[in-house]
């Protein structure tokens, strides 16, 4: 999970209930280069707003992100793992591209919460565990990162904040 520098995404973690830092979410596997992200985020280059994988220093490059985390969900077996990533894998080759619309009834398009609720719900979890909100704007309500971080499954096990280091270095 990430928090993006613009105003969208300040607006996205603002738009939660508790502990919401971050506006950007994608899924960490392995790969035969080494550790991605696989995720989905708008564009202004219709090309780029397709399911992509990008490497974990590109996903929180300081352009990008002024805070961010790895969480883990507890107790996946190899299986779940293995279903996840081939699940990921199958998505990255698809035509699929960021649902503007923000409709979870819709796959055919998806946005970034949806893509992690999506690749969840093939191993039968929720992430979100039914949590949504009505957003202005959206048609439906959506899932943001805030809803998937509240899960208690999820164990956060790297992150950092330049908020709080740029207030301590006041």
Known sequence: MRLGR??????????GESDNRYSHIGLLIESDSGMIVVDIEPSTDKE????KA???SNFFKHEKAI??????????D???????????????NSSITFDQDY?????????CTELIEVLF????????????????????PVI???????????????????????????
Not at 6 to 15: F, H, T, Y
Not at 48 to 51: F, K, L, N, T
Not at 103 to 111: A, E, F, I, T
């Open 144 to 170: 943001i990162p805030s809803d998937i971080s509240q899960n208690r499954n999820l164990k956060r096990i790297w992150s950092y904040d330049l908020r709080f280091l740029a207030n301590s270095i006041r």
């Open 121 to 140: 719900n093939a191993i039968n979890i929720s992430l979100s565990e039914g949590r949504n909100r009505t957003l202005p704007l959206a048609k439906e």
């Open 67 to 76: 805070a961010g985390a790895i969480m883990r969900y507890d107790g996946l």
């Open 78 to 92: 190899s299986i779940q793992i293995n279903t996840l990533k081939n699940k990921a894998i199958e998505l990255l």
């Open 103 to 111: 409709q979870l009834s819709d796959n055919s398009k998806m946005y």
């Open 54 to 56: 990008q490497s974990v």
């Open 6 to 15: 613009s105003i969208e995404s300040d607006l996205i973690a603002r738009g």
């Open 48 to 51: 780029s707003e397709q399911i």
